[in-house]
């Protein structure tokens, strides 16, 4: 027989890992930097204890392209471009899970996509579904839809940045059990609706876990590109729409880290009687959102 002082389990030590944003100032065009300078921050962030790790959106190539041909040239196969195979090398070597976005090129179509790679390689890829400003010019929207991955540690589903105004994203992501949503980033100053001193996308990141009961890991980057200014401010979001760690600095790049407790993404009641996915009026709109035509809620027959 057990000790029962001993093998007693401590609740809430279920499933404890350390994840981070990790926070970087690309160069458009200077891939080999770019994907040099993520690998530093993969390893620094695993020295520190780190199993899993965003990077922000198309952290190899630059965000802000001149032409089509510009972002043609700089994408690459996912998985098995040269991008890819050095950040899964990384993984591999250093046993951790990493999510990055990357320029896609599949045939003569190209996608703003994320990449989920582990010790094991590739794990999958999510490509962005709503296209933000000239992104539309190069890129062709997603055709993958919302997959969530199963990993050691839980259930990590993936969004792009403009993802993040559509609920939708989120709820069917956490409809489908996800535990962490990866969200690799590039927040831009929009005056007056986003700036480096109001960074409502990291707030709609807070309402998008709190609706939903999700970890959120948001790695935003920094910098000017092109006329264009990033405004940092990653961070991690607890279930309850807390941040964890962060928001980080709008300047300067910056290693997001938190521990979290994955678990607590599965206890989702907020009260004795209610739980925001099982109080969905699914008699009004299927699970997935898509509102079912016929009587509208509260109009009399």
Partial sequence: ??????????????????????QVHPQVGDKQRNVAGSLRMIHDAARQGVTLMVLPELCNTGYVFNSRGECFALAEKVPG??????????????????????AEREGRRLYNSA?????????????KTHLWNEEKLWFEPGDLGYPVFELPFGRVGMRICYDVWFPEVSRI????????????????????????EKPTAAYSAQQMSLMNSVFAICADRVGEE???????NSCVVDPT???VAGPASAEEPALVIAEINVSQARYRHWSEFNDPMTDRRTDLYDAYLGYLPGNPAGRDR
């Fill in 241 to 243: 729409g807390g941040f």
């Fill in 115 to 127: 990449v989920l790679i582990g010790p094991e390689g590739h794990v999958g890829t999510y490509r």
């Fill in 173 to 196: 992501l956490a409809a489908q059990g996800a535990d962490i949503i990866c969200d690799p980033t590039n927040w831009v100053n929009v005056p007056p609706l986003q700036t480096k």
């Fill in 1 to 22: 027989m057990g000790n029962p002082t001993t093998d007693k389990r401590e609740r809430g030590g279920e499933s404890r890992i350390k994840v981070a944003a990790l």
């Fill in 226 to 232: 092109r006329g264009c200014l990033f405004i940092g």
């Fill in 81 to 102: 471009g040269a991008t890819t195979e050095a950040w899964a090398g990384a993984a591999r070597d250093l046993g951790v899970y990493v999510c990055a976005g990357i």
